[in-house]
């Protein structure tokens, strides 16, 4: 059973001329027609076919495209209902709207719980033109909103593909420039050990040069290498005790600590989930840079933990220079520097290094200074104390 | 006596040769570029009986260092002479797999001049004055 109702009143506005594809499961002939009728004159020109069994619908649905199904909610051979079930497995967005004489045994709610658009006694049909609208409107919003969240997942999927990528090139680079750099560093250093004041002070000057630049190389390509290794590794937690964590920091900076008079203040760490190498990495480069921006009064750095929400807070705070706050979130940034290397040394990979190491594992990390009034560093780590 | 170096970089050759010759050890540098030309070379028994230690790089052109140390280490006679992997490589699966390939130790070329010639240093000491070989292995 099909045919085509002639549009009495124009198409409905955004539809201009255009004809609604319906598929109705009615067996009652007449109440197709008024189905029919009520579409038409809301506004529809519409072309239908009719299924009255579950085979007949899902041979229909597969040969056409619909732009909306009408159900009865209950036939003599099935349920309106079921029809959800076939649109389903064929994998079809189109909109069920169920068009029943009587209230069946399921309520409006749970049909339309179910994934039904829009429930419908047979003696309201007047809403029925409504109820399509309001159908295809949601259909088209659903469709805009999949769209969309597809488009945000594929950029997220190439997003994530060129990071890989990027730190993969970072990898390879830093590690595949060692080689040389180490035959340049070498070799440097072996002609500033036999010809230095052999030649001329001109010669030493240069020399002098080659033998710094491939030393900092060094160091940058180091720095370099541990920042791409913490993106690709795997934080393995284990519980780390931060009291052992802060002494490791210590021990490693010993040299610069005894030479610049350093007063450490320390208050009883926690112990918690974390990877105990880059925690003593965050801890030795933050340590570091409180000695080498110090002021000139004697160093003082206060380590401290408090629990904050869902976790703990650390900082490390110092009396050294300082900065404007303006740069409190450009130094997290790499290669970032404040300073000429000739007024400290450094290559900006330190910070970004921490800042990684703190969101690899949970956590945030960001500093509050004011020139001349020293800085704190906080930062933050998921998880309850262990222990 | 004889330290057999294994590298195909002979700007490395050249350090480890200026850090026996400062630290006055009295032995004698063979190196070699590749690893199928170090086998080789170690099968004939006689210069095998001669060398001392084995500086083998990792990275190889043709065979790669772990496959020559693999070589070594099944093989009866050359499996006592000692193997010091020398390389550039820090890389974990590096390590653990030359240990576990037989490896007397993993030494990672240092990146600065004194730094490299002292690891030289007290390579050939230990492997050439200190460490007491079982009987038998100077001789095969």
Known sequence: MSGTAVARTPAPPGTPGEVLRALIVEDSSSDVELMVRELGLGGFEVSYNVAQSEAEFRALVRANSYAIVLADFSLPQWRGLEALRVLAEEELDTPLILVSGTVGDLSAVECIKQGVSDYILKDRLARLPAAVRGALEEQRLRQERKCAQDDLAQKAHELARSNQELEQFAYVA????????????????LLAERYQGKLDAQADKYIHYAVDGARRMQTLIQDLLAFSRVGRQEMELSVVNFENVVDLAIANLQTAIV???????????????AV????????QNLISNAIKFRSSSTPCIEVKAEKSWGGWMF?????????????????????????????????????????KIIERQGGKIWVTSEPGKGSIFRFTLPGATTG | ????????NPADIDLVNEGLRRCGAKVELCAIHDGIEA????????TASLVRLILLDV????????????QIKNDPILRRVPVV????????RDIRGSYESGANSYVVKPGGLKDFLSAVRSLSSYWLECAILPAGSEHG
């Open chain 2, 59 to 70: 990275n190889l052109p043709k065979v790669n260092g772990q496959a020559v140390l693999r």
């Open chain 2, 85 to 92: 992997m020398f390389s550039t490589s820090r890389a974990a």
């Open chain 1, 174 to 189: 830093s590690h595949d420039l060692q080689e040389p750099l180490r035959m340049v560093a070498a070799y440097t250093e």
């Open chain 1, 276 to 283: 105990q190498s880059l925690m003593v990495q965050v801890f």
């Open chain 2, 39 to 46: 086998v080789e070379l170690l099968r004939g028994l006689e």
């Open chain 1, 315 to 355: 900082s490390v705070a110092d009396n050294g220079i300082g900065m404007a706050p303006g740069y409190c979130e450009e130094i997290f940034v790499i290669f970032k520097r404040l300073h000429t290397q000739q007024e400290y040394t450094g290559n900006g990979i330190g910070l970004a290094l921490c800042r």
């Open chain 2, 1 to 8: 006596m004889k330290i057999l170096m294994v590298d195909d």
């Open chain 1, 259 to 273: 030479e610049n008079k350093v007063v450490i203040k320390r208050e009883a760490l926690p112990s918690l989930a």
